[in-house]
């Protein structure tokens, strides 16, 4: 019995401990939605981003304006400032598809002001240099800005979320329906193999 009070003893210090850290908060998530058309942008903070999307030429940008959490941390940020998405499979696999952009703006004594959000979707885009991503489909991450209190820990994350897709070219869009007509015969005759026997 003893072994077993005193694991658990440790067991309920250990959280009881873990309650008492401080973590970091995900302040807000902006998710930019490229799988439909035309793009769109949602936000669980909607008090703290400004902006929309508009089409642009052959492309689509959306343009957004975030502020930093009230009240402001104040002891500055860090974040990725730019990203390349590459198309997904069977595409051209060193074709960006879409990019992002984060500018922050600085007072005098370079604290953070707000970040201006910039992502792009078209066709055959010209890179912005830093990171690469490949899109699949799925929600992705593409960046978090960290907002860090002025004894350096972390205060609070706004993530930065994507969602792209490209539809399959026609010959592909064929050739995925011949597989699935296939598909289906081949369990019809199956079936009907088996009722016989």
Same mark, same amino acid.
């Given at each position: 019995?003893?072994?077993?009070?005193?694991?658990?003893?440790?067991?309920?210090?250990?959280?009881?401990?873990?309650?008492?850290?401080?973590?970091?908060?995900?302040?807000?998530?902006?998710?930019?939605?490229?799988?439909?058309?035309?793009?769109?942008?949602?936000?669980?903070?909607?008090?703290?981003?400004?902006?929309?999307?508009?089409?642009?030429?052959?492309?689509?940008?959306?343009?957004?304006?975030?502020?930093?959490?009230?009240?402001?941390?104040?002891?500055?940020?860090?974040?990725?400032?730019?990203?390349?998405?590459?198309?997904?499979?069977?595409?051209?696999?060193?074709?960006?598809?879409?990019?992002?952009?984060?500018?922050?703006?600085?007072?005098?004594?370079?604290?953070?002001?707000?970040? *201006?959000?910039?992502?792009? &979707?078209?066709? =055959?885009?010209? +890179?912005?240099? #830093?990171? $690469?991503?490949?899109? /699949?489909? *799925?929600?992705?991450?593409? &960046?978090?800005? =960290?907002?860090? +209190?002025?004894? #350096?820990? $972390?205060?609070?994350? /706004?993530?930065?979320?994507?969602?792209?897709?490209?539809?399959?070219?026609?010959?592909?869009?064929?050739?995925?329906?011949?597989?699935?007509?296939?598909?289906?015969?081949?369990?019809?005759?199956?079936?009907?193999?088996?009722?016989?026997?």
């Amino acid at each position: 019995m003893l072994k077993t009070s005193s694991a658990l003893v440790g067991v309920l210090s250990a959280l009881a401990l873990s309650f008492l850290q401080p973590s970091a908060a995900v302040a807000g998530t902006i998710f930019f939605n490229d799988s439909n058309d035309p793009p769109f942008v949602t936000t669980d903070i909607p008090l703290r981003v400004s902006g929309g999307c508009a089409p642009v030429g052959g492309t689509n940008v959306c343009t957004i304006t975030l502020l930093p959490p009230s009240p402001p941390p104040g002891g500055g940020t860090s974040f990725q400032q730019t990203l390349n998405i590459l198309e997904m499979a069977p595409g051209n696999l060193n074709t960006i598809s879409d990019t992002l952009t984060i500018n922050p703006t600085l007072d005098a004594n370079f604290n953070v002001l707000s970040f *201006t959000l910039v992502f792009t &979707s078209g066709d =055959n885009l010209s +890179s912005v240099g #830093g990171n $690469i991503m490949r899109e /699949d489909g *799925t929600v992705q991450t593409a &960046s978090s800005i =960290n907002w860090f +209190s002025p004894t #350096g820990s $972390i205060a609070a994350s /706004d993530v930065i979320r994507f969602q792209s897709t490209d539809s399959p070219e026609p010959a592909t869009a064929l050739l995925m329906l011949a597989g699935f007509g296939l598909s289906g015969i081949s369990v019809i005759r199956r079936r009907t193999a088996s009722r016989r026997a």
